[in-house]
Every structure is written in structure tokens, then in C-alpha cells.
């Protein structure tokens, strides 16, 4: 396997593992307004904590691929 193929298979690795972290901040997030709706004030602020967690870690970790990605450009 060459580098650019070995490269290539890593940033879609990559890019999957992103797209599953957003998935799940969105998937807690839905969680939390029902519970909410429900009056389980506790589950959804905990759904609502992980959301945004998650939702973090996926904002860094896109401005960390975009970084390398305009890096790997120059």
C-alpha cells in the first residue's frame, strides 16, 4: 500500500468517526428535549451535558482537519 493510499484510508477513518460523534451530540440532544417535555429535568440536563460535549470534541476536531488539510496543501 502506497503512502497516499495509506493516507487516504486514514482521513476516511477519520471523517466516519466525526460524522458518528456529531450523530450522537444530535442523538443526546433529541433525548434531552424529551425527557424535558417529560419533566425529567435531570436526564436532560445530563442528555444536554453530553451533547455538548460531544458536540465540542467534534467542532476541534474538525478545525484540527481542516488545519492539516490546508497544511498538507502548501
Request: charge should be positive; hydrophobic fraction near 65%.
Amino acid at each position: 500500500m502506497t503512502l497516499a493510499a495509506e493516507l487516504r484510508e486514514a482521513m476516511r477513518w477519520y471523517t466516519q468517526g466525526s460524522t458518528r460523534m456529531l450523530y450522537y451530540a444530535l442523538v443526546f440532544f433529541i433525548i434531552a428535549i424529551i425527557a424535558a417535555i417529560f419533566g425529567f429535568g435531570g436526564i436532560a440536563a445530563g442528555a444536554v451535558s453530553i451533547a455538548k460535549i460531544l458536540f465540542v470534541i467534534f467542532l476541534v476536531l474538525t478545525v484540527v482537519s481542516l488545519i492539516a488539510n490546508f497544511a498538507r496543501r502548501t
